[in-house]
């Protein structure tokens, strides 16, 4: 499962920078982004920012080895994901942000003031809806966004985000944890 999911992330990372390349070869401009594909671009990139911090706290702050485990996962991959997708922003005319939602940030601040163990249950639980709702947003843009490079792009990482869903959801059953389906 580790070596699929680290190959979906590397096949995803390829298909990003031809894209990016590609892309500049078929005249792609700012002006063939809709507002929902720029959203969606931005959200991304701040949602990755996120997964990153919270990865980076899930590794110092876990309990267990296979949250700590995830937590680097998310680091590293979101950390590489997060490039790839700067440079489909800077095609369509989006400045890359910095920062990370208001609602993560919450999450931040709560996760900080739990014990070791109720840390995993509530990382677990973050992680599980956070990736639900990832998955869903990828999907939607790779149907319905107007951008190739980011239509392109959502598509290819939705199996990365499935993948990463899949771990979480074993790590979620193997805790005991009840993480809600949307």
């Given at each position: ?9 590397a ?7 031809a894209?990016?390349?590609s892309?500049n070869g078929l005249?792609q ?7 929902a594909?720029k ?5 991304a990139i701040?949602?990755?920012?996120a997964e990153?911090e919270l990865?980076?706290?899930a590794?110092?702050r ?8 995830f937590?680097?996962?998310m680091v590293d991959d ?9 440079t489909v922003?800077g095609q369509?005319g ?5 920062a990370i ?6 999450l931040e ?9 109720d840390?995993?249950?509530?990382y ?8 639900q709702?990832d998955?869903?947003n990828?999907?939607k843009e790779?149907m319905?966004?107007?951008s190739p490079?980011v239509?392109?792009a959502?598509t ?9 869903l899949?771990m979480?959801?074993?790590i979620?059953?193997?805790?005991n944890v009840?993480?809600a389906?949307q």
């Amino acid at each position: 499962m580790r070596f699929k999911a680290i190959q979906h992330t590397a096949w995803c990372g390829g298909l990003v920078f031809a894209i990016s390349f590609s892309v500049n070869g078929l005249a792609q401009s700012a002006g063939q982004a809709s507002s929902a594909d720029k959203s969606f671009v931005k959200n991304a990139i701040e949602g990755g920012n996120a997964e990153i911090e919270l990865g980076q706290m899930a590794m110092a702050r876990g309990n267990s080895d296979d949250v700590k485990q995830f937590g680097k996962k998310m680091v590293d991959d979101h950390a590489q994901l997060g490039e790839q997708m700067k440079t489909v922003a800077g095609q369509i005319g989006v400045t890359p942000p910095k920062a990370i939602p208001a609602s993560d940030k919450a999450l931040e601040m709560k996760l900080k003031m739990l014990s070791a163990n109720d840390f995993d249950q509530a990382y677990i639980k973050a992680m599980v809806k956070d990736h639900q709702q990832d998955l869903a947003n990828f999907k939607k843009e790779a149907m319905s966004g107007s951008s190739p490079a980011v239509k392109d792009a959502a598509t290819q990482c939705v199996q990365v985000i499935s993948s990463h869903l899949q771990m979480i959801q074993q790590i979620a059953q193997s805790h005991n944890v009840q993480a809600a389906n949307q």
